[in-house]
């Protein structure tokens, strides 16, 4: 498989639920980030992974809690979501030391929560 | 923080005919990169095309071409001969050169139809 994948695709829960989202890349990345991505609004940026290092957007919820055990996999760890948490989420991997360092990403997660 | 502003929620097109998607973004440095990407309904975001902001000539990859002008802020995309196939939203991206950490600043797109 190649690129960056996401599963699952599409995820329905309940506010009191516990989920997990994941990511792979296989294309030999050392960065990796989780987006939102909401209808009429720009991509949100929730969180990046490079080099071991964690960048966190101070406006995300307590509620996401991303982990990342190597360089190729990203999780996204969902409690207690609210409804308007439901948006499309996106995984995105890219090579630091590249000149554009441009971002590829996977085909996200649609979650709803009831 | 930077701002990437795309004015055209919605933009439509006749086959084989050429669109103009607008961009406008705010900064204050002087190097950074600039990037269109595509996303058709329910699949991946792809990239599209990209520029460096030290770069005058600007970027073309076959039917997409951008319009980068620096002074003014501004990085519109063209399509020419339009294909079905090109029917997607479309988002305009900001990265500083100087990022550490390495953060994309995304345009709300546009979603550009094409009609047959």
């Known amino acids: 498989e190649t690129g960056v994948t996401q599963t699952p695709r599409h995820l329905v829960m309940g506010m009191t639920n516990k989920k997990s989202l994941k990511c792979e890349q296989h294309l030999g990345h050392n960065a990796m980030y989780w987006y939102k991505q909401s209808a009429k609004k720009p991509l949100e940026l929730m969180f990046v992974y490079s080099l071991e290092e964690r960048v966190e957007n101070n406006s995300v919820p307590s509620r996401f809690s991303p982990e990342c055990p190597n360089s190729s996999h990203l999780f996204l760890h969902l409690h207690t979501l609210q409804p308007e948490d439901s948006a499309l989420y996106l995984c995105?991997?890219?090579?630091?030391?590249?000149?554009?360092?441009?971002?590829?990403f996977g085909p996200g997660t649609r979650l709803t929560v009831l | 923080a930077q701002t990437v502003t795309q004015s055209q929620p919605e933009m439509s097109v006749q086959e084989a005919e050429t669109v103009t998607l607008s961009c406008t973004y705010d900064?204050?440095?002087?190097?950074?990169?600039l990037f269109w990407y595509k996303q058709p309904p329910s699949r991946q975001m792809i990239l599209v095309i990209r520029q460096e902001a030290y770069k005058q000539q600007n970027a073309t990859e076959n039917r997409f071409s951008v319009n980068f002008q620096k002074a003014a802020k501004s990085f519109s995309l063209k399509i020419s001969d339009s294909q079905l196939g090109d029917a997607a939203m479309y988002f305009c991206a900001y990265r500083s050169a100087w990022s550490t950490g390495n953060q994309f600043y995304f345009g709300t797109g546009t979603s550009l139809t094409v009609i047959p």
């Open positions: 900064t204050s440095e002087s190097d950074y990169y």
């Open positions: 995105a991997s890219s090579q630091r030391e590249s000149s554009y360092n441009e971002q590829f």
